[in-house]
DNA sequence: ACTAAAAACTGAAATTTTGCAGTTTTTTAT
DNA sequence: ATAAAAAACTGCAAAATTTCAGTTTTTAGT
């Protein structure tokens, strides 16, 4: 959090990690989570979650969509996964560490919900419902991004753009037709290729009728060739 | 498991896992995990677990190693890591999925603890230390394949052996020269390359002067260039 | 010890991917 | 509205990687 994000008068009543939790905790437990709880609004670009700042609280993300990004020792930047809201994000350090793995930046403007990581922390001491919650969450997100790993780590830039146009399309925006954020350089660095090698294929899969590529407006056309794509690697 | 492993006659009464979790339960508690747990040798080669198949039970690693194999759906195979005992295993499938998400095959001889599943959860339950204390060994574990496949994901292949070497020395072997057990071929599905690529590369490497190989013998013999290597991608 | 099979290795052509240099388009700030 | 900056794009040469075809070495079974 180093761009001074907007505090947000918001209405907090209506929160899914909050519902969830709820059941959990007693009326006064409960209190004292929500009263240490900021409510933030961040800009599309914002870092909401700096990679090894200290780890001070577990996010909830309201609405909006979120980049997880790696920088690795030659500086060089990675995108690990793109996450839609309602999702809980930095479960990750949770339980082991004090400083973040990656960032988190916001790819449009955000609302999440901050927990003090500590109060979170005492209160699953004494809840071991709430554990196991905490648990699901975590290993679903780890899951996922292994899953994204896996098909990056081992596939063709053809199949990796495949993998990741599916994903975005079905996980993210759900729908065929989606305006994406990202830039191609942020694409470059989602794929692990380089730019001009997504601007290549894009423009290849445009020609071939598998999408419709207008500038930031992608639409799915050809399902069955991009999934043959996607398998072929 | 599939290939009928030996039944173990072994004395578990020194088990890290059992010592570790023996702090969060009562007596009567521990004794019932203990007669839900069967101890198992598997030998090289062997599938301690097959992606796949039903999750019935989490795994303590008493001795040996192991890697984690995923099978992707042209049937192509990838190595995702090599994990040394001791370790606790196939805590990623715990909370969330019925079916493993991977298979973790024996790559040496090993002694293993196979723990009820149902009988852990009942007591996780009941017990918000024992669940933290697991949350503890998921994340790490998840945090570790991350890490490597990010490595794997971003780097060419010289940068990405370079990355595995250093592994296997560092965090497995544990010395600058170790015998591996794994194949050419395993290696290029570690590594996200071809066996020829892999066999080009450590020759040079060899050649270099960088490390000594003999065979499955593989010594490193210039940690600097090594790390240069793997830092530069 | 011998044979067959599997694994390791080699070199070279074909393919994929990157890096570069320059052009066009889009965005941002005044 | 305009200029400057950033992002997107294009084509090509260089570099990295795979694929192929064949040889040598190691392993396993009788």
Redesign the interface.
């Given at each position: 959090m180093n761009q001074e994000p907007n505090k947000m008068p918001s209405d907090c009543s209506f929160c899914l990690f909050k519902m969830v939790v709820r059941q959990y905790l007693s009326e006064d437990d409960f209190t004292q989570l929500y009263q240490n709880t900021l409510q933030l609004r961040f800009k599309k670009g914002e870092h909401i979650l700096k990679q090894g700042n200290i780890f001070t609280h577990i996010i909830f993300l309201k609405s909006g969509r979120v980049k997880f990004n790696?920088e690795?020792?030659?500086g060089?930047n990675?995108v690990?996964t793109v996450v839609n809201s309602p999702n809980l994000l930095g479960?990750?350090n949770?339980?082991?560490?004090d400083l973040n793995?990656f960032s988190i930046t916001a790819i449009e403007d955000c609302e999440v919900c901050l927990i003090d990581i500590n109060v979170l922390k005492r209160l699953?001491?004494?809840?071991?419902?709430?554990?196991?919650k905490?648990?699901?969450f975590?290993?679903?997100m780890?899951?996922d991004?292994?899953l994204n790993?896996?098909s990056?780590?081992?596939k063709h830039v053809n199949g990796r753009i495949a993998d990741i146009l599916i994903y975005l399309s079905r996980k993210i925006y759900k729908s065929d037709c989606f305006t994406i954020t990202l830039s191609r350089k942020e694409l470059a660095e989602y794929a692990?290729c380089s730019q001009e090698n997504i601007i290549h294929t894009l423009s290849r899969f445009d020609k071939e009728g598998i999408i419709s590529l207008k500038a930031k407006k992608i639409e799915i056309l050809d399902w069955h060739k991009l999934n043959e794509i996607s398998?072929?690697?």
């Open positions: 790696f690795d020792e030659t060089r990675l690990l479960g990750a949770m339980f082991n560490e793995l699953v001491m004494q809840n071991a419902g709430l554990a196991i905490l648990l699901e975590v290993t679903t780890f899951k991004s292994i790993l896996v990056l780590a081992h692990g398998r072929k690697g």
